[in-house]
């Protein structure tokens, strides 16, 4: 593993079980990965305490840089992510006063009002780990160092995955790793057959870029594809996305085919 890697832990039953769609594991890949993080491992579990401190350790045995789990932050008894980080951390749980202050604050309620036994439970942290208020919801974000891995816990609400992220989270990202990445979506009017070449040319003549065409997705205006690049040399990414899309589009063209940005323009393949 590289020092820039990261791996995305989605905690809960009903994600495994296919009740609920794990859309912030999707979000969140694509902000690492502009942010300069390379998400190298994404891992949906059941509210198993066991099994979820068996697969954190393996991350960290991995070496993996950061750790960003989302989910098992509530109040309920299958709410396990603050036991199993405590777990891996070799530490107890325990409520910062600071969280449940914040919970009085927010709902104009007094300390002792909002100290009720569901509350305690969602503001319980490992007490290794640092706390982020949370600024869209109630149980807290937080983080801890375990082993050259840092460890990072969100609840489960995609709008609170964002908020804490955004807040809390990808300031560290960007400050860490020295990577960037920029991405374009282009269509091209070629079956995937025809295009795989062209892409596997770029990718050889340019190594910072990555192509992929989404046969699923194509329409009768053309196939759809992603070019992705990574930069962690200094050298702009924007500039490098530009290098890669004039590079594709002549080599198609050579072979009389147009790639475009806007699907309409294409001629019929």
Not at 6 to 27: C, Q, Y
Not at 195 to 222: C, D, F, I, N
């Amino acid at each position: 593993m590289t020092n820039d890697s990261v791996e995305i832990f989605a905690f809960g039953t009903e994600l495994v079980s296919g009740l609920i769609l794990d859309t912030n594991s999707h979000w969140l890949s694509s902000e690492i990965s502009l942010a300069g993080g390379q998400v190298r491992r994404i891992t949906a579990l059941e509210d198993d305490l066991e099994a979820m401190v068996r697969a954190l350790n393996a991350s960290i045995d991995r070496q993996t840089r950061i750790i960003l789990s989302t989910g098992g932050l509530g109040p309920t008894p299958d709410d396990l992510t603050v036991d199993a980080l405590a777990q891996v951390g070799g530490c107890d749980v325990h409520t910062p006063r600071v969280v449940l202050e914040d919970y009085a604050r927010r709902r104009n309620m007094s300390f002792e009002e909002v100290s009720t036994p569901p509350r305690i439970k969602m503001g319980s942290v490992p007490s290794a780990s640092r706390v982020h208020l949370n600024p869209v919801g109630w149980a807290p974000c937080f983080s801890m160092d375990v082993r050259g891995t840092t460890l990072w816990a969100m609840p489960g609400p995609p709008k609170e995955v964002e908020g804490c992220f955004g807040t809390h989270i990808r300031p560290v990202v960007e400050s860490l790793f020295a990577g960037r990445s920029a991405r374009l979506r282009v269509y091209i009017n070629a079956h995937e057959s025809e295009t795989s070449p062209y892409l596997q040319k770029v990718m050889r003549e340019l190594p910072h870029a990555y192509l992929k065409a989404y046969v699923g997705l194509s329409t009768p205006g053309g196939l759809p594809l992603d070019i992705v690049i990574r930069s962690s040399d200094g050298q702009d990414p924007q500039a490098l996305l530009q290098e890669a899309y004039g590079r594709l589009g002549a080599i198609a063209a050579e072979a009389g085919r147009t790639v475009a940005l806007d699907p309409s323009i294409l001629q019929p393949r």
